[in-house]
C-alpha cells in the first residue's frame, strides 16, 4: 500500500516539476526579448548622442575614401 502512495506521489512531483521547467522557460524567453528590445533602443539612443560620424569627423578620419581601397 505505501508503494502505491509513493509512486502516486513521485508521479505528482514530476508533473509539477514539468510544469515549472515549462513555465520558467516562458519566463526566460521574455525576459531575454524584453533585455533585447532596451539593448536595441539604448544601442540607438547612444549612437545618436555619441555617434561614431561626430568623433571620426572630430578626429580627422574619412569613410570609404580612396586611401582606403587596396587592390
Not at 7 to 23: D, E, P
Not at 30 to 40: A, E, L, R, W
Request: hydrophobic share 50%; with cysteine; proline share 0%.
Amino acid at each position: 500500500m505505501g508503494a502505491i502512495f509513493s509512486s502516486i506521489g513521485a508521479g505528482i512531483n514530476a508533473i509539477i516539476s514539468a510544469i515549472a521547467g515549462v513555465i520558467m522557460a516562458i519566463v526566460g524567453a521574455i525576459t531575454t526579448v524584453i533585455v533585447t528590445i532596451v539593448d536595441v533602443i539604448l544601442d540607438i539612443l547612444c549612437c545618436r548622442c555619441f555617434g561614431s560620424r561626430r568623433s571620426g569627423m572630430r578626429t580627422g578620419r574619412r569613410r570609404g575614401g580612396a586611401a582606403s581601397a587596396t587592390y
